[in-house]
């Protein structure tokens, strides 16, 4: 498959967001020798000495290079990995300076991550948001799955305000056992809200990925000559000059992403800034990245349960 494929505005013009989304991993996939996702998310306990017959795969490999010693990981209860994805569907996800719009690109991520994972026996949940959860759908992992999610994917419409960290706040009474939580959304809220919120999922051991998608004329703001700009989520407007407003625009919307990278990098929360420009496999390598950035052996075991 051509990685021209691949490109936001050809992917947008498949109609079949399933296609769509093998399209995306399976041109990810073909690069790669081997995906470092892991496969599942298990509750680690203790070492014990290798024994004939124990799976090669637990063996400790850091331990063995430390001690010359072979041992092997027990786990508490050995399960797939549970993953939510957050897809922020507010009216300034419709925004759009070219042909894709922010939430038609965050639609085909989310369907591609649920496949990469479902395709790993991972189970996936999906929530829909904009001022409060619009929809629930909780984790499976069987294949079959795949195509509830993909139907309300193909249904969500961009309306309502953003209200990110009330929708976490919910979420998180859902959340209980150690899982992944997967956030794509433009982050028009407060970021300190947010930030709060995220940090809880952390302090409860799961793992966050943040995904900031933002249009290209949101980071740059191109406009010239006399131009009106009105709200999508209310109805604030104003007619203004952009040429006189474009630096300090520009510096507040660095600064903007600055906190968010800045707070979420102290927190061990990976973040990615997308651009709904960039191409959809450079988007899914960083989440494979970021999988392998923050293992789960790296966290302390959990006391939630289900």
Not at 36 to 50: L, M
Not at 124 to 148: C, E, M, N
Not at 256 to 267: A, D, G, K, M, N
Request: proline share 4%; charged share 25%.
């Amino acid at each position: 498959m051509s990685m021209d494929t691949l490109d936001p505005v050809v992917l947008a013009r498949i109609s079949n967001l399933m296609l769509r989304a093998r399209y995306v991993v399976e041109g990810v996939l073909s690069g790669l020798h081997r995906s470092p996702h892991r496969g599942s998310s298990v509750e680690f306990v203790e070492h014990k000495e290798y024994s004939p017959g124990d799976e090669l795969k637990h063996v400790d490999w850091k331990v063995l290079g430390r001690s010359d010693k072979y041992y092997v990981k027990q786990f508490e209860d050995e399960t797939n990995l549970k993953a939510h994805v957050l897809l922020d569907t507010s009216g300034s996800m419709g925004y759009a300076s070219g042909e894709v719009s922010k939430l038609e690109y965050a639609r085909t991520l989310a369907a591609s991550l649920a496949y990469l994972m479902l395709n790993q026996q991972d189970g996936v949940g999906l929530v829909t948001f904009s001022d409060s959860a619009l929809r629930y759908i909780p984790p499976r992992s069987k294949s079959s799955h795949l195509q509830a999610l993909v139907e309300v994917l193909q249904e969500v419409r961009a309306e309502g305000e953003t209200l990110l960290s009330a929708v976490l706040s919910e979420l998180a009474e859902k959340m209980r056992r150690r899982g992944l939580l997967i956030v794509i959304s433009d982050l028009f809220d407060s970021p300190e809200a947010v930030l709060s919120s995220l940090k809880q999922f952390r302090h409860r051991k799961h793992e966050v990925i943040v995904f900031h998608l933002l249009d290209p004329a949101e980071i740059e703001f191109p406009f010239d000559g006399l131009t009106l700009f009105q709200s999508i989520e209310d109805a604030r407007r104003v007619v203004t000059d952009p040429s006189r407003i474009r630096e300090s625009y520009r510096e507040e919307v660095q600064a903007f992403i600055r906190t968010y990278r800045r707070e979420c990098l102290s927190h061990q929360i990976d973040y990615n800034l997308v651009s709904t420009a960039q191409p959809l496999d450079q988007v899914l390598a960083e989440y494979l990245a970021a999988r392998e950035r923050l293992p789960w052996e790296a966290y302390p075991s959990s006391t939630h349960s289900s």
